[in-house]
């Protein structure tokens, strides 16, 4: 796979309750601030990256 420039992902930040955004732009990211998962989304599901670190 090539590497791919993704220029307007979006970052959100949610609690595990919350219903994450369905319309969000694949590549976006989002940080559960209560369980510190995060989450990428690839167009279609949200998808839980294990050992990922919050970024900063």
């Known amino acids: 796979m090539a590497v791919v420039l ?3 992902a979006q970052r959100y ?3 595990a309750a919350d219903a994450k ?4 732009l694949a590549g976006s990211k989002l940080l559960e601030t ?3 998962e995060v989450y990428v ?3 279609a599901a ?4 294990s050992g ?3 970024w900063p």
């Not at 949200?46 to 990256?49: A, D, I, Q």
């Open 21 to 24: 955004p369905a319309a969000a």
């Open 34 to 36: 209560d369980t510190g």
């Open 6 to 8: 993704i220029p307007r």
């Open 13 to 15: 930040l949610a609690l």
């Open 46 to 49: 949200w998808t839980r990256l």
């Open 41 to 43: 989304f690839d167009g």
């Open 52 to 54: 990922a670190r919050p």
